[in-house]
Structure formats: C-alpha cells, structure tokens
C-alpha cells in the first residue's frame, strides 16, 4: 500500500475535447479516497481556442491553487495537457506538483490533419480542433514545454481502421503513441486502450496515482 498523501495535496482534474468534467468521474473518486483535494475544472472545449481555455482556467483558479497548503497535481485527458501545457507557460505554481498526461496529442494529431477542412468536424471540434494539426502552424508543436515531473500514459488500441491508416505507428485511434512525448517527460507508458475510455480503467487509475505519489508508473501492472 503506498504511503498516504499529505491531506492538503489538490489534484486538479482538465477533460478533453468533447467532454465533460464526468469523464474523469473514476479518478475523481479515486483521488478522493486517497486523500486528496479534487478540483474538477470543466469548461466548454468545442468554444474556444487552447490559450483561450488557459486564461480562463487562470482566471478561475490560479489564486485558489497558489493559495494551497499542499502540492498541486494535475491529472489531464487529450486536449486536456495542451491547455495545461498553455497555462503553466504563463503563470507560476510555486507549489506544483506532479502533471499526469492521458492521450495528450503534444504532437498533434494526423486526424487533425485530413479532417481540419471538413465542415463536420470544425463543427463538432471548433476552434481548438483546428489547432491540433502536426504541422508548423499547430499549436502543439508550439506550446511550451513543462518544468516539472510529467508522466504520460498512451494507448495503443484502436477500433478506427480509417484514422489507423492516417496515423504514423500504433495509436490509440486517435492519437498516435509517438506522438504523446513530451521533451523532458519524467516517465511514459503505453497501455492497452483506446483514447475515448482511457480515464476508465482501473488499471489505468491505478498508475495515475502510482506517479502522483511517487514520480514514476508501476512497470508491474
């Protein structure tokens, strides 16, 4: 059994695109009965680009979060680690703990690339969605990198023979494996899933709070 948590560490919890704060339900419940603090930050992807989202994520939560008495981890899914990855660029956690990064298209996403310029998918991923290409003019490829310990969880399953096809290497059918790296990462690991139920697995959970609470994944699982 690891070690608790000190009972004023906050995890704060960043969904992807197209989601809700709901998504992320498991590992809120999980966090909780570990100990910590949860802040389940939604805010409404499909409206807005990322930095967008960051200034508003700076808006409503940096004074709460500089105010903690514990450390301050975040646990992100998809776009999720490009909008922490936007705001920790501009404003200064000096209690800041660990980042845990769940599909994180850090490189973007080959989907992005065919699908930018069909009117369905603008639709249904707005402004965000037409930053996620992996080309110059992406904003992955441009955002900044973190100065603290990220650990990354990939998935390497895919159901989308199409998005499979477009996609370099083994991908979550979203977002390929190579492509959720992160310069200075602390840690990183591939599992088996999907990207859309990724934040649902037990397993998956299990090494969320595994690096949380000692800077690295359980190669055991």
């Not at 989907?111 to 992955?140: C, I, K, Y």
């Not at 900044?144 to 399953?157: T, Y």
Request: proline letters at 7%.
């Amino acid at each position: 059994m690891p070690p608790a948590p000190a009972s004023h560490d906050v995890v704060v919890l960043i969904h992807g695109l197209g989601r809700t704060t709901r998504s992320l339900w498991l590992i809120s419940m999980v966090a909780r009965r570990r100990g910590f603090q949860v802040i389940a930050w939604g805010y409404p992807s499909r409206h807005g680009t990322i930095q967008e989202h960051a200034a508003a994520l700076d808006r409503a939560l940096t004074a709460t979060l500089c105010a903690a008495r514990g450390r301050v981890h975040f646990v992100t899914h998809s776009l999720g680690g490009l909008l922490v990855r936007a705001y920790l660029g501009s404003v200064t956690i000096p209690n800041l703990g660990r980042i845990v990064m769940l599909a994180p298209p850090n490189q973007g996403t080959e989907v992005a690339d065919r699908l930018r310029e069909w009117w369905p998918f603008r639709v249904m991923t707005g402004p965000s969605g037409q930053q996620l290409g992996t080309g110059p003019d992406g904003v992955a490829s441009r955002l900044p990198l973190i100065d603290g310990e990220v650990g990354i969880i990939a998935g390497d399953r895919s159901t989308n023979p199409l998005f499979d096809a477009w996609i370099d290497g083994a991908s979550d059918g979203k977002v390929g494996v190579a492509r959720t790296h992160l310069p200075g990462m602390t840690d990183h690991l591939v599992v088996r899933a999907g990207h859309t139920f990724l934040p649902w697995r037990p397993d998956v959970v299990r090494q969320v709070f595994a690096f949380i609470e000692r800077g690295r994944f359980d190669v055991r699982e």
